[in-house]
């Protein structure tokens, strides 16, 4: 371009500069040529000829001049031209867009590439100005600055602009415009030149709308928290549902360190080794699953996974992802509990019934146990239904739930295996007829009314079938076949009662139940009564005390032997009034033979295994004492080596107490349970009674031999007395003797009397003592 401008400026002096050479070479030839000849030619001819010459010389001289000027001038003008040309083909065809504009703004000239870009041909924008192409929200600012250029206060000016073109379409460009150099006799225009950006915006646009949709997300995914900080877990980053999961705002924690967070005291340390190694290896740890802190100071399970962010010569960048797992956990908890449990009763369903079923014969079969499995449904339920609707049979479900909830014991199972089923899991079952017992209670729970909806009542009865492993089944599925089958009887049999899987067995429990009835009543009725077995002195002979025995005498069928009842006052829970009973009665004869002159003589009584493990039988002891006013000295409680199996601390700390209160304590029926030397011991005994299984083959059974003189010198190395029971013949007493055995009881003296009887005996050895006296 300068070089153009050099070319063009002397073009314009050329016709200048040729005269001023002709004028000075005139003027030199004028003054000089003459004097110059007449110096050189001294012969006026030959100066005439060489004037001649010289004038011919002179306008060869001018036209050699003339021809170099005129040449310079062609060889200034073609490379003007080439200037020119090549100026107008850039113009033309540069990649840009170039516009000349005038100082009102009016395209004065455009070139191919703005044309196209517009989509005007270049004579339509000659009659155009930049004003009407511009877009309307960047013109008033790209005014003030083209006023500003025009003005002279700037000499250029670059903005990024919207034009329109022909169709309307906006075009983003970016526009740079100067002043053209000024030039004589040439109007001042500026130059713009104009570059297509709209790909480039596009881009951008595409960029943003992405960053904004992932920011969007990031921040408004309500389970997936998004925490970014630096290697040295200062936060730099906290989206919304990290607001939500760990409860601290964005403005709580920008600039924090995410230890003091969200990390628990004891898992710092690993988390800060886990930050340095991500900043200096720059990728992240393996994903897991940890468990957090809330603000609240809460924990939360997370899933979380790491990115890492390293950009050349930056700090690495670390984001924490934590998916917040307390709702899946909650749904997988929903989904453990629902395919084991009964939605509607929250009891344990068919597929649970049935592993514990599984679990429980396996324990009945290594212990040798009773269970009973009962399926109970309630009869016409369908008609409340169909009735009263869904809704209100779900509730009557709900109730009936409750009440069969009551029946149960802690080692008891009630499930509901569908509709209105039920099932029940009896286990350590003392008798297969206790689960009759089991069934009744049942059945009187669901004597009451329903309150359904609207106060309205109605009553449910429920019909039950009982199998027994392992009389009626051996497995968990048979047990449920058989109590099934035995359901149907109990329906056949006019519902709302149960039955067995075997006719027999419920014709036995029925008849144990009515027993127990009967055994109710006649505690009630007074038809009990207390009977006495003499306990001798080996040595001397003497009556020194007896045991208590319980005798029911009923009206109708007579003596109703113990064999029968106790077990099934034991299982009936009828134990502890009977005991109470007895302890009473005995206290009251023992201070009333006191009275009447009789000898003082003790009074043993045999103790449950339930009365002595209920934790109050000091008290009851002591309450009976103080109210019959009988020698604490004179009474003796027997217990079974199967009662002390509890814990041995407990059982030390009564009989401690009982001893305390001055009464003694004897094992019946010794070496049948399973009691250990170590712990036999330890506990404040005053007798041991040998069972009369050890007696009754005495002295024929060298085996019998062993056992009882074993026992005998087990007692007294232990500083305690030994009473043999079972005593029927004279050689096994005379054995006993033999081994120093202390004291007997046994039918060789008397069988167990009435207080009358036994009174008769007190004082014929009375008169006996005196008449040895006298």
């Not at 070139?111 to 929200?137: C, D, I, K, W």
């Amino acid at each position: 371009m300068m070089k153009k401008s050099s070319h063009a400026r002397m073009l314009r002096l050329y016709p200048v500069i040729g005269v001023l050479v002709y004028l000075l070479l005139g003027m030199l030839w004028i003054v000089f040529s003459d004097s110059l000849l007449a110096m050189l030619v001294t012969d006026n001819a030959q100066l005439s000829h060489y004037q001649t010459y010289k004038g011919i010389a002179y306008v060869g001289l001018t036209g050699l001049l003339a021809w170099l000027l005129l040449r310079h001038h062609q060889g200034l003008t073609a490379t003007l031209q080439a200037s020119e040309q090549a100026l107008s083909q850039t113009f033309d065809h540069a990649a840009a867009g170039i516009a000349h504009v005038d100082n009102n703004g009016h395209f004065l000239r455009v070139n191919r590439q703005f044309s196209a870009m517009l989509g005007y041909s270049s004579t339509e924008m000659q009659n155009m100005s930049f004003q009407q192409v511009t877009h309307p929200a960047d013109l008033e600012q790209e005014q003030q600055q083209f006023a500003q250029l025009v003005q002279g206060i700037t000499t250029s000016y670059s903005v990024e602009k919207r034009y329109f073109n022909k169709t309307g379409t906006i075009i983003w460009v970016k526009l740079a415009v100067a002043k053209a150099p000024d030039t004589r006799g040439v109007t001042p225009y500026y130059i713009s030149v104009v570059q297509d950006i709209s790909a480039q915006k596009l881009v951008e646009q595409q960029l943003l709308e992405s960053e904004l949709l992932s920011r969007t997300l990031l921040d408004n995914a309500p389970q997936i928290s998004i925490q970014g900080y630096d290697e040295h877990g200062i936060t730099q980053y906290w989206n919304k549902a990290s607001e939500y999961i760990y409860g601290y705002t964005k403005e709580e924690v920008i600039g924090r360190s995410l230890l003091d967070l969200i990390i628990p005291e004891q898992a710092c340390d690993e988390v800060r080794q886990a930050m340095a190694y991500m900043a200096e290896h720059a990728e992240p740890i393996p994903a897991n699953e940890l468990t957090l802190k809330r603000k609240d100071g809460s924990l939360v399970s997370v899933f979380s996974s790491h990115a890492v962010v390293k950009l050349p010569d930056k700090p690495a960048k670390i984001f924490c992802i934590d998916i917040d797992l307390t709702e899946r956990k909650r749904q997988a908890a929903e989904l453990a509990f629902l395919a084991e449990f009964d939605p509607l009763t929250q009891l344990p369903n068919r597929q649970n019934f049935s592993i514990r079923l599984s679990n429980a014969v396996k324990l009945a079969k290594r212990n040798q146990h009773f269970l009973a499995v009962m399926i109970l449904d309630l009869d016409h339920f369908k008609d409340i239904n169909d009735s009263y609707g869904h809704q209100t049979g779900d509730s009557l479900l709900l109730q009936v739930t409750e009440r069969l909830n009551q029946s149960c014991r802690e080692t008891d199972t009630l499930a509901r295996l569908g509709g209105d089923e039920f099932v029940f899991l009896i286990e350590q079952l003392a008798e297969p007829e206790d689960a009759a017992r089991v069934a009744e209670k049942i059945l009187q729970q669901l004597l009451s009314p329903f309150t359904l909806g609207q106060q309205t009542d109605v009553n449910v009865a429920a019909s039950v079938g009982i199998c027994i492993y392992p009389i009626h089944a051996d497995s968990a599925d048979a047990l449920l076949q058989g109590a099934d089958a035995a359901l149907y009887r109990a329906k056949a049999d006019g519902r709302n009662t149960y039955s067995f899987y075997s006719d027999s067995l419920t014709q036995q429990a029925r008849q144990r139940l009515v027993l127990e009835q009967r055994l109710r009543n006649a505690l009630k009725n007074n038809h009990l009564c207390c009977y006495y077995q003499p306990q001798l002195d080996i040595a001397s002979g003497l009556i020194i005390g007896a045991e208590v025995l319980i005798r029911w005498i009923d009206p109708t069928d007579g003596m109703i032997g113990p064999d029968k009842f106790i077990p099934l006052a034991e299982t009936s829970g009828l134990i502890h009034p009977i005991g109470q009973f007895v302890l009473q009665q005995a206290c009251r004869q023992g201070q009333a033979w006191k009275l009447a002159g009789l000898a003082n003589i003790n009074l043993a009584i045999n103790v449950s295994p339930q009365q002595f493990n209920k934790g109050d039988l000091q008290q009851k002891v002591t309450t009976i004492l103080q109210e019959t006013g009988f020698d604490p000295a004179c009474l003796e409680l027997e217990v079974t080596e199967n009662a002390l199996m509890g814990d041995e601390e407990d059982v030390i700390k009564t009989m401690t107490a009982l001893r305390a209160l001055g009464i003694k304590l004897a094992i019946d029926d010794f070496g049948t349970g399973y009691s250990s030397l170590a712990y036999l011991k330890r506990l404040p005994l005053d007798i041991l009674k040998i069972d009369k299984r050890f007696i009754e083959n005495l002295p024929a059974a060298e085996d019998d031999q062993s056992i009882a003189k074993a026992i005998i010198d087990l007692a007294h190395n232990l500083r305690f007395k030994v009473l043999a029971e079972g005593v029927e013949t004279a050689e096994q007493l005379a054995f006993l003797r033999q081994q120093h055995c202390d004291y007997y009881q046994g039918y060789y003296f008397s069988k167990p009397v009435p207080a009358e009887q036994f009174a008769v005996l007190l004082q014929q050895q009375r008169n006996a003592q005196q008449a040895a006296t006298d």
